[in-house]
């Protein structure tokens, strides 16, 4: 299985495009890291690859059929900031339970506490909360993850936490990464191969 961006355009402001011409393939089976500056586009390319930005010219596709955008979408985006993606009047059991209730083996994988269920988004570290969003993320209907520096806020023990166990699950479900990062060391230990931004995006 397949998800591919194709031919993708995109512009915020007229005639000055962000995104142009961009294809990307990403197979069901490795990581595919996308290196490239802060600021270059690369979130862009995360949010219309996810389905949160819509008026953008091009093809998404997974195994050759268009995504449906009126259900869940099965390329899932984690962001870099958790905590902006959280319902902040939500304590935590709710905020996981939005997307679906994971096993109690998963979420002990993913190093969440019971203790944590209770509490508000606010009362939690960037990393508690980061591991929350990757559980929300690994829905059973996620064909596709698309990581958009998720673990750039985070301690160094956290992030090789973060990355062997997300890796892990989604090898043995079938589910691709798109890792996004403008770190070239963690993207040579993570990805399968890694692509240059700047050589996809010809603007």
């Known amino acids: 299985m397949y998800l591919n961006a194709n031919n993708i355009s995109f512009s915020y402001r007229k005639n000055k495009p962000i995104l142009k011409n961009i294809s990307i393939s990403i197979p069901d089976n490795k990581v595919i890291g996308l290196m490239g500056d802060s600021g270059s586009g690369k979130s862009t390319l995360c949010k219309v690859i996810s389905g949160y930005l819509n ?75 980061q591991r929350f969003s990757i559980l929300r993320a690994l829905n ?42 403008h770190d070239k060391e963690l993207l040579e230990v993570i990805a399968d191969n890694i692509v240059l931004f700047n050589d996809i995006n010809k603007l």
């Open 55 to 129: 008026n953008y010219t091009g093809t998404i596709t997974i195994d050759n059929e268009l995504i449906d955008k009126t259900g869940y979408c099965p390329a899932q985006l984690i962001f870099q900031h958790p905590e902006k993606t959280m319902n902040p009047k939500w304590k935590m059991h709710k905020v996981l339970s939005e997307s679906w209730n994971p096993p109690q083996e998963l979420k002990d994988t993913f190093g969440l506490k019971e203790g944590w269920m209770n509490r508000w988004p606010s009362e939690l570290s960037g990393g508690e909360l």
């Open 140 to 181: 059973p209907n996620t064909k596709f993850i698309i990581a958009d520096e998720i673990s750039t806020m985070l301690d160094t023990v956290t992030q090789v936490q973060i990355w062997d166990s997300l890796i892990d699950y989604c090898k043995k479900n079938k589910i691709g990464i798109l890792a996004v990062s």
